[in-house]
């Protein structure tokens, strides 16, 4: 079995249970209806069925479902993308709200292919879902667009709630994970979030389990702090297909719970770590206070004129 190390057997607690209710059809049937893209099926991500059965959550995936990059890690289609599609930001808006979903991520593939990354689209994605859906907060996680400060100054002229880029792994594995990415520029990006906005709570994630000892992930750590990052989170990689970085191995629960604590400990406003988490898991327990409150002073405002319409009409 030497030579078949990329089938090391799954854990017990990376068991899956499926769930395809009358949520989850619906939701995959209205992404297909409005031609909409999600994270959630092109990176086969594990939690599909909990989000889309239990929770009715998704990340849309804009831009298009063909990424220039080819990360070894990651199953999303690499290519030579199409044409921009500028009907899309009413069609995530209006799903949104068809959905009538509290919170909401909005990822996107790299387009290195245009000069601003598609931020001028993420941009007015965002816009049009807020407009749409005035009580729901919204989180972008984009790719680092190159490390263009003009474009992210774009992508921030919309005002998201939480600002997410993943840096995926350590320092050292970075050039074997993630396909013309560097570490340094993903941590230049979060910091210059904070210059551009220092109220926007921002976050990044890291995958275990391709070879990466413990004092890399708490240097991963410390270099997300350095950089004033506010929020960690931390999942087991998952080999996609064959033609995927196989899984050097896996991390017990136990092991996710304390690298929770060591963060938690270290000053990260939140931290979501375990076999099953990826990036936007449980995305909407992390909006910041404010950003909570405007949502919540929203939804009583808008309770508050249903009253008022009601005891008109008696």
Not at 19 to 28: A, I, M, P, Q
Request: hydrophobic share 35%.
């Amino acid at each position: 079995m030497a030579k078949n190390e990329e089938y090391i057997r799954k854990p017990d607690w990376l068991k899956i249970k499926i769930n395809t209710n009358e949520s989850y059809t619906g939701l995959k049937k209205l992404m297909r209806n409005k031609s909409l893209n999600t994270v959630c099926e092109e990176a086969r991500c594990p939690n599909i069925h909990e989000c889309w059965s239990e929770r009715k959550t998704a990340t849309f995936m804009i831009l298009g479902d063909t990424c220039t990059r080819g990360c070894r890690f990651c199953a999303v289609k690499t290519g030579l993308p199409t044409e921009l599609d500028w009907g899309e930001p009413a069609r995530v808006a209006e799903s949104v709200q068809i959905m009538g979903l509290q919170h909401v991520v909005v990822t996107a593939v790299a387009r290195d292919d245009l000069k601003d990354g598609g931020a001028a689209v993420f941009a007015e994605t965002v816009r049009r879902i807020r407009e749409a859906n005035p009580g729901c907060t919204i989180e972008i996680l984009p790719s680092d667009m190159k490390g263009d400060y003009e474009s992210l100054s774009t992508l921030m002229s919309s005002a998201p709630d939480i600002f997410n880029h993943n840096i995926e792994t350590v320092r050292r594995l970075t050039r074997r994970v993630r396909a013309r990415a560097m570490y340094d520029r993903s941590l230049t990006l979060l910091k210059r979030v904070k210059e551009i906005s220092p109220k926007t709570p921002t976050k990044s994630s890291i995958m275990v389990g391709l070879g990466e000892t413990k004092e890399e992930i708490i240097e991963t750590m410390d270099d997300l702090l350095a950089h004033d990052v506010d929020i960690m989170t931390i999942g087991q990689y998952l080999q996609p297909t064959k033609k995927h970085l196989k899984v050097e191995r896996y991390y017990h629960p136990d092991e996710f719970e304390e690298l929770k604590q060591i963060a938690l400990s270290k000053g990260f406003s939140h931290c979501e770590a375990g076999p099953l988490v990826r990036s936007s898991y449980h995305a909407d327990e992390q909006v910041n206070a404010t950003s909570a409150q405007r949502r919540i002073n929203y939804m009583k405002g808008y309770e508050d004129q249903e009253k008022k319409e009601v005891d008109f009409t008696f």
